[in-house]
């Protein structure tokens, strides 16, 4: 997805092909999900209310932001950076829930902010080296 992201396709915004993106994403998975846990949805105001909600804000709206920021960076450092979404939740569930990380986890969070720092490192120096 961010592969595709980082090239806009021609004659699209980013908000409607995020929502293509993630409408057909959601059509295929549909199926799946039905059949291994079912699918518990009733279409109430209230429910659809929700789900709209929730697809527009976090998720519409949040992932046109990122496609339009892998324009101006490369694919590979945007995934990097879309990595901070579940170290982020993590770290937060940790202190404000007092939720606990196994040993694993652990180690996970701390690779993964060494890869960003390093990663944040590498931009920096090859930015310096093309303006030299």
């Given at each position: 997805m961010s592969l595709l992201g980082a090239r806009p396709v021609p004659g699209l915004d980013a908000l409607t092909t995020?929502?293509?993106?993630?409408?057909?994403?959601g059509a295929l998975l549909l199926p799946l999900a039905?059949?291994?846990s079912g699918v518990g949805f009733a279409p109430a105001p209230a429910s659809v209310g929700l789900l709209l909600a929730f697809a527009l804000v976090p998720?519409?709206?949040a992932y046109s932001c990122y496609f339009r920021g892998l324009r101006s960076a490369p694919a590979g450092v945007g995934v990097l950076m879309a990595l901070l979404e579940p170290l982020t939740a993590?770290?937060?569930?940790a202190v404000l829930?007092?939720?606990r990380?196994?040993?694993s986890g652990t180690a996970g969070g701390l690779?993964?902010?060494v890869a960003l720092v390093l990663t944040a490192r590498g931009e920096r120096g090859q930015e310096r080296a093309?303006?030299?």
């Open positions: 995020t929502g293509a993106a993630f409408t057909l994403g039905a059949g291994t998720t519409a709206v993590a770290v937060l569930a829930l007092g939720e990380l196994g040993p690779l993964l902010g093309r303006r030299a």
